[in-house]
T-cell receptor
Framework: AQKVTQAQTEISVVEKEDVTLDCVYE???????LFWYKQPPSGELVFLIRRNSFDEQNEISGRYSWNFQKSTSSFNFTITASQVVDSAVYFCALNINTGNQFYFGTGTSLTVIP | GAVVSQHPSWVICKSGTSVKIECRSLDFQATTMFWYRQFPKQSLMLMATSNEGSKATYEQGVEKDKFLINHASLTLSTLTVTSAHPEDSSFYIC???????????FGDGTRLSIL
């Protein structure tokens, strides 16, 4: 069975602090993709990153970085020097090739306080 | 990049009304489209998967007679909430993909409020 767990329901940080959002996944498939999406109050899902199961390289994009560790089935997301515009709900998701099923975590609501 | 358009973005209507939501892939052919539902402060839950030209596959607990899905072309899928009631009020999001190995592209969602 597939499952994505985001244990942090809500996080508040002060502007310019770093923050890490945790994501742990479960799957028996060997080929899968992991995603992070941002959902601002307006509701649309903003794609942030896709990582396939064979690529464990960490990635950095501006203030965003992702740490993928298959050994712990985790795909954590760090925002460096957070800004108020980062306030949103962030979803981690698992996509397996079989049937193209997409499994979302429960989301982490991030509030950046000015 | 791939664009998925969802219309309308917001609907308010009376109980008993049927509401149709459209999901269009604007610059690619979507063999598969997905419909999700999201209640306030909750995650996205997959309702159904629709493949062009065939019947949709509904997730357990989703009433297919209540939520009619039509995927008549490679660029359009529609979700009709029949005889909507207040408990159907939710945020509905569609996504589309070219094939099983391609990422899904999400629409901007439809906020449905039933009075």
């Amino acid at each position: 069975a597939q499952k994505v767990t985001q244990a942090q329901t809500e996080i508040s940080v002060v502007e310019k602090e770093d923050v890490t959002l945790d994501c742990v996944y479960e799957t028996r498939d060997t080929t899968y993709y992991l995603f992070w999406y941002k959902q601002p109050p307006s509701g649309e899902l903003v794609f942030l990153i896709r990582r396939n199961s064979f690529d464990e390289q960490n990635e950095i994009s501006g203030r965003y970085s992702w740490n993928f560790q298959k050994s712990t089935s985790s795909f954590n997301f760090t925002i460096t020097a957070s800004q108020v515009v980062d306030s949103a709900v962030y979803f981690c998701a698992l996509n397996i090739n079989t049937g193209n099923q997409f499994y979302f975590g429960t989301g982490t609501s991030l509030t950046v306080i000015p | 990049g791939a664009v998925v358009s969802q219309h309308p973005s917001w609907v308010i209507c009376k109980s008993g009304t049927s509401v149709k939501i459209e999901c269009r892939s604007l610059d690619f052919q979507a063999t598969t489209m997905f419909w999700y539902r999201q209640f306030p402060k909750q995650s996205l839950m997959l309702m159904a998967t629709s493949n062009e030209g065939s019947k949709a596959t509904y997730e357990q607990g989703v009433e297919k007679d209540k939520f009619l899905i039509n995927h008549a072309s490679l660029t359009l899928s529609t979700l009709t909430v029949t005889s909507a009631h207040p408990e159907d009020s939710s945020f509905y999001i569609c996504s589309a993909t070219r094939d099983s190995f391609q990422p899904q592209h999400f629409g901007d969602g439809t906020r449905l409020s039933i009075l």
